[in-house]
Nanobody
Framework: QVQLVESGGGLVQPGGSLRLSCVASGFTLDDYDIGWFRQAPGKGREGVSCFSSSDDAAYYTDPVKGRFTISRDNAKNTVYLQMNSLKPEDTGVYYC?????????????????????WGQGTQVTVSS
């Protein structure tokens, strides 16, 4: 059974950093793409980043490019999202999601409906 568990959220001041973790079980990361999404109150789920196994590449949306870094530790079956220079607009619930990997993830990685499994989310609040 595919399962994803996020952790690492919290309250941080603007300009601060957090590292989110997504621990996967029931499948091997090598076969899957892992995406990170976030949802602010009253808004839809927004794509943030994705690590594509087929492409062997990381993708980032413009709001986070240059500040966030996605990485993968196959030995721990864990994907991380390092978030630096955080801004109040980064506030929201962050989710990781998985889908069986196909090539050209750049075409779909920001679409929530493309992913088949989701974690429960972890709250990130950026505020002074």
């Amino acid at each position: 059974q595919v399962q994803l568990v996020e952790s690492g959220g919290g309250l941080v001041q603007p300009g601060g950093s957090l590292r989110l973790s997504c621990v996967a079980s029931g499948f091997t990361l090598d076969d899957y793409d892992i995406g990170w999404f976030r949802q602010a109150p009253g808004k839809g789920r927004e794509g943030v980043s994705c690590f594509s196994s087929s492409d062997d590449a990381a993708y980032y949306t413009d709001p986070v490019k240059g500040r966030f870094t996605i990485s993968r530790d196959n030995a721990k079956n864990t994907v991380y999202l390092q978030m630096n220079s955080l801004k109040p607009e980064d506030t929201g619930v962050y989710y990781c999601a998985a889908r069986y990997s196909v090539q050209n993830a750049s075409a779909y990685y920001t679409s929530p409906q493309e992913y088949t499994s989701w974690g429960q989310g972890t709250q990130v609040t950026v505020s002074s």
